[in-house]
């Protein structure tokens, strides 16, 4: 069984670091992709980064330069390294994976606050 929980966030200052990790276990299967996705409040959740396990990564447009996803598979994490933060990005941040079948299974979430 695939579950994945997340951790990490917490409130930061604008210009600040933080960095979220995602414990995955039940991984088996490959190819497949890890992502991370963020919701604020009253807003839809959007994209913010995929891992590919055949090789690469891609990051939204509004964290480009700033964020970072990687994967450790001897840990079975999956981190963000969420740098220069602003607060646009508040937002609970979810840890997601898609297997070869594309079935999608999510994390909890994890609150992260940019706030002066």
């Known amino acids: 069984q695939v579950q994945l929980a997340e951790s990490g966030g917490g409130l930061a200052q604008p210009g600040r670091s933080l960095e979220l990790s995602c414990v995955t276990s039940?991984?088996?299967?490959?190819?497949?992709?890890f992502s991370w996705y963020r919701q604020a409040p009253g807003k839809e959740r959007e994209w913010v980064a995929t891992?590919?396990?055949?090789?690469?990564?891609r990051v939204a447009d509004s964290v480009e330069g700033r964020f970072t996803i990687s994967r450790d598979s001897a840990k079975n994490t999956v981190s963000l390294q969420m740098n220069d933060l602003k607060p646009e990005d508040t937002a609970v941040y979810y840890c997601?994976?898609?297997?070869?079948?594309?079935?999608?299974?999510w994390g909890q979430g994890t609150q992260v606050t940019v706030s002066s």
């Open positions: 997601n994976y898609k297997d070869r079948q594309a079935r999608t299974f």
């Open positions: 891992w590919y396990s055949v090789g690469g990564t």
């Open positions: 039940g991984i088996r299967q490959r190819p497949n992709t």
